[in-house]
């Protein structure tokens, strides 16, 4: 299982990001795919989730409204839009499936600063 996140970067206050992460190794379009980030001196949390099939999608109350997590079986690609970006999104942002133990991508640093 191979899992590479990018997009991240540098952006200012109100501003947006999309995030990629590009899966193998697995057979993508049957599992459920997940974000999730870790700020500077916090542990990781959870930040959305998605079904196989898109047919469900959830997401922290922090980030409810802001971002969502389309995914592209065909380019085996899940995706984090995100918009109206605050200071708090500040944090290394990983990719994640389940899939008899927890996968992890490498993280993507974004960061939210005027």
């Known amino acids: 299982v191979q899992l590479v996140e990018s997009g991240g970067g540098l952006v200012k206050p109100g501003g947006s990001l999309r995030l990629s992460c590009s899966a193998s190794?697995?057979?993508?379009?049957?599992?459920?795919m997940s974000w999730y980030r870790r700020a500077p001196g916090k542990e990781r949390e959870w930040v959305a989730s998605?079904?196989?099939?898109?047919?469900?999608?959830n997401y922290a109350a922090s980030v409810k409204g802001r971002f969502t997590i389309p995914r592209d079986n065909g380019k085996h690609t899940v995706y984090l839009q995100m918009n109206s970006l605050e200071p708090e999104d500040t944090a290394v942002y990983y990719c994640?499936?389940?899939?008899?133990?927890?996968?992890w991508g490498q993280g993507t640093q974004v960061t939210v600063s005027s």
């Open positions: 994640n499936v389940f899939r008899t133990t927890d996968y």
């Open positions: 190794g697995f057979t993508f379009s049957t599992y459920p």
């Open positions: 998605i079904s196989s099939f898109s047919d469900g999608t």
